[in-house]
């Protein structure tokens, strides 16, 4: 709406050449448009922590005064509200926005314990083939207007819902756990997010216990087969299964390691130098697995 | 065409639906069933990794439906347990589209006559992938665990299996006996409570189970796993005996997620 106001001032009173010539009031009234970022936040397989990553990075992220918003892509299987504790205040979804049912802000339901982040949630008694991509693409630029970070939670899967979770996000995070199925799967969506997407790797649910013993992958072992930059690592930890249960995710608490662990991916995804995530670790399990990967297609 | 035909289903992800595909598959093999354990999850197939045939796949399940093998010759057995254990592998490099619901069910049909368990692994999610793998089933299991965000998958999915007719039985797994007993976790009598199922498993969380199937080892086949014996227990009781169930603690806080249902 912005640029057709800034094309018809000077065009009443000036030549049309001028129009096309970088006149200095035409310039000033050319604010560039804020344009946030927005990452899809997937794996392939289901269960590897998706949801609790959304959540926890959202109130990192916004914690650090960024304005942040979480749109819960699972529809038919949301969850993201549950795992915010903010169930009982959805009173929209995005079908409800995408149908004209209700404006953008009347779906957007408000964190109170961090003030700059929001939700918008997915509808629970539709479908995911509902959605139109070309649909889901208007509504994630028009929230990267408003918002400096626009986080969607992508369902499992390869289907419809999660070719729309991925349509209009510049940058992904993979989430994969140190298990073969996991890798395999994050291998496979890689491969579909293709070249236009950047895509970093959070590793979630290590146990360093069970990694020295030999009886789970390593970080390292995860990744040499991934080769993706690593965005960080977190542990598997009890109070994450106790903080989903209550609705509050870790990244409130400031005596959580996992916590702790959610604000360092967020400062780095904020651009900030913050220490690499773990490295080297003890000898490869994978090699006693052997080869399980044709390649990415 | 006598065999049951039960999918194993969850609407989340990651809750233990394709191990337990594995286990379940494997316990009632070495009980001298003939089995056969159906892939459904096109483009993202694991049940070949967690039984470790993955490098004994010549043909999947799309290529069978496109008539460019025979259904025999795409299953591949697990010698392990002689001639009584074979999976039919999902393709890895196709869409779940490129089977209707309808081509399923014959397949799951066919099968049907080779054996006397065909256990249908689902992907995650309700849409084609789910749709597919209930179309050939008689009956399904439920897996959840005592998680809010996994029970109110599994409520949304008991429901579609009901429109459907199907019957329906539920397996908890992972639970944590000691964060049940301090009201940390939902104990499995809150789990059947809110979802109104028939139990029919109860599976501790065990760390451990992550590395026999990063290994290709079925937990019955493996000594040290004391999960061996639980899904011994449930083919039992799938069978039709009655197992008393071994309760692992009470409590819980969970007032929330009854609403979060009532409201969804």
Do not use: W
């Amino acid at each position: 709406m912005e640029t057709q106001r800034v094309v018809s001032v000077p065009s009443e009173a000036a030549p049309q050449l001028e129009i096309h010539a970088p006149s200095a009031p035409v310039e000033s009234q050319k604010k560039p448009k804020a344009r946030g970022r927005t990452i899809v936040v997937t794996s392939g397989k289901g269960g590897v922590g998706k949801t609790t990553t959304t959540a926890n990075l959202g109130i990192a992220l916004a914690s650090r005064g960024a304005k942040v918003v979480l749109v819960d892509a699972d529809v038919g299987l949301r969850n993201l509200d549950l795992v915010l504790g903010l169930e009982s205040r959805v009173r929209y979804h995005v079908l409800d926005v995408l149908e004209g049912k209700v404006s953008l802000a009347d779906a957007l339901v408000r964190d109170k314990r961090v003030q700059t982040l929001y939700l918008l949630a997915a509808a629970q008694d539709r479908e995911k083939d509902d959605i139109a991509t070309d649909a889901m693409i208007g509504l994630i630029e028009q929230l990267r207007g408003e918002f400096d970070y626009v986080l969607i939670d992508s369902p499992a899967g390869i289907e419809m819902g999660f070719k729309n979770a991925i349509a209009a996000a510049d940058e992904a995070i993979v989430v994969c756990t140190p298990e073969v199925a996991a890798v395999r799967d994050v291998d496979r969506v890689v491969g579909l997010l293709g070249n236009r997407i950047t895509v970093q790797l959070v590793v979630n649910r290590i146990r360093p216990a069970l990694v020295r013993k030999g009886k789970m992958l390593s970080v390292d072992d995860v990744n040499a087969i991934l080769r993706l930059p690593l965005l960080g690592v977190l542990g598997d930890a009890p109070d994450v299964i106790i903080a989903t249960n209550r609705g509050e995710p870790v990244a409130l608490d400031d005596a959580s390691e996992t916590g702790a662990a959610y604000r360092a991916i967020a400062a780095r995804i904020a651009g900030e130098d913050v220490a690499a995530p773990q490295a080297a670790e003890p000898e490869g399990l994978l090699d006693k697995l052997g080869s399980f990967f044709g390649g990415r297609r | 065409m006598t065999a049951r035909r039960i999918v194993v289903t969850s609407g989340k992800g990651g809750v233990g639906k394709t191990t337990t595909t594995a286990n379940l598959g494997a316990a009632l093999a070495q009980r001298g069933k003939r089995v056969i354990l159906v892939d459904a999850d096109i483009g993202l197939r694991n049940l070949d990794l967690v039984l470790g045939v993955e490098k004994r796949i010549v043909f999947d399940l799309v290529e069978v439906v496109e008539g460019r093998c025979q259904l025999r010759q795409a299953l591949v057995r697990d010698k392990r347990f002689g001639e009584n254990l074979a999976i039919l592998p999902a393709a890895q490099t196709r869409e779940k589209t490129a089977v209707t619901e309808l081509q399923f069910a014959e397949v799951v049909t066919g099968l049907g006559d080779m054996c006397d368990y065909v256990l249908i692994d689902s992907p995650a999610g309700i849409e084609h992938g789910f749709r597919n793998a209930i179309a050939g089933a008689a009956e399904a299991l439920v897996v959840t665990t005592p998680e809010v965000s996994a029970i109110r998958d599994a409520d949304r999915v008991i429901g579609k299996l009901q429109e459907r007719g199907l019957p329906m039985r539920l397996i908890v797994n992972r639970v944590r006996p000691e964060m049940v007993r301090t009201g940390e976790m939902m104990s499995v009598d809150d789990v059947c409570d809110i979802l109104s199922a028939e139990l029919v498993g109860i599976v501790p969380d065990d760390p451990e189970v992550i590395d026999t199937t990063n290994r290709g080892v079925p937990l019955v086949l493996d000594p040290a796993q004391r999960l061996g014996a639980i899904y011994i227990k449930i083919a039992r009781r799938l069978e039709g005996e009655m197992i008393p169930f071994t309760q692992l603690g009470a409590g819980g806080f969970f007032g929330r997620i009854f609403e979060a249902l009532r409201a969804g």
